[in-house]
């Protein structure tokens, strides 16, 4: 599998798999395997900045974009579509258990799941599992995570490909877009950089890395007496000789 993946490969990859379910798998199975993975690879169970906190990123966010994917009606549909046209492209292991389409996988759940097949269970207490909300800004920390882990390896491009996913998820976090500027400077790319550094000081005025490194920012916060010495000295020492 792809360190992320991606909207133009997901039909590529056998999330069923990576949630380690079957592929007619009810929501409420889905649900479980993902917390159970997801608790098993949270980043944060991972103190030491090594290899495997680095895997376990890598495994948490595949994870996470396999079950938004696959619990989303609509996408799980369109993912499946997708698999059972491109079939003859997969390796030959996944092939033989794609689903013929996300409608046949439906029904076939339906008719699974009939009273007479399975009759009805109690009612259980409402867990206290993460809204969909707190997935997504738990997917996006993981991202970047991995994006501040290859900045340190100086592989930029994939850094900012990380950062840019990670906003996609969750855009109102500052460090984010003040981190995806670094990237940027890095590049080179010094306006895309600023544009970056006044979105996540808008998000949050004391972003210090945006602060430190957007054009402008330190003639604002000097004080007065400050801007006028300045003005002084230089006025002081025009048109003496050196």
Partial sequence: MADYIDDDNLWKEDLFATLDVNPDASDAELKKSYLKLAKKYHPDKFPEDNQEKFDAQRLFSKITVAYNTLIDPLKRSHYLDLRRLLASHLPENQQASTPNSGSAATSSTSSSSSPVNNPPKEDKPADDSPSPDMMREQQARALYDLAIAQMKKKKVDKAIEYLKQA?????????????????????????????????????????????????????????????????????FNFGKKK
Avoid: C
């Fill in 167 to 235: 906003i996609s998820l969750k855009s109102g976090i500052s460090e984010f877009h003040s981190q995806l500027g670094l990237a940027y400077k890095e590049k080179n790319w010094e306006s895309m950089a600023q544009a970056e550094y006044k979105i996540a000081i808008k998000l949050n005025p004391r972003d210090k890395v945006a602060l430190a490194n957007v054009k402008g920012a330190a003639d604002k916060t000097k004080k007065p007496e400050e801007k006028k010495g300045g003005l002084f000295s230089s006025l």
